[in-house]
């Protein structure tokens, strides 16, 4: 598994789970993945961004967050 989404799978875990529980990917709850999919949305976002794609990063927002800019 890429580093990057280990990472945001980790955080999506942990934000959802008290410290010092055991990880076990294979059982991810449904709130769990939909933390995990929001966490490589935003990441995506910010990576269109940081490049200078402010048009495309707009569009995800509203397609995937309702946000309108």
């Keep these: 598994m890429n580093e990057r989404i280990q ?7 942990i934000s959802l789970n008290p410290p010092g529980v055991y990880r076990r ?17 935003r990441d995506n976002i910010q990576s269109l961004i ?5 048009d ?5 927002k509203e397609i995937h967050f309702g946000i309108q800019e």
């Design 25 to 41: 990917y294979d059982n991810i709850l449904p709130e769990q993945m939909e933390t995990f999919v929001e966490s490589l949305i």
């Design 56 to 60: 495309a990063a707009n569009c995800l």
């Design 50 to 54: 940081n490049n200078g794609y402010d």
């Design 7 to 13: 990472d945001l799978l980790n955080t999506a875990y």
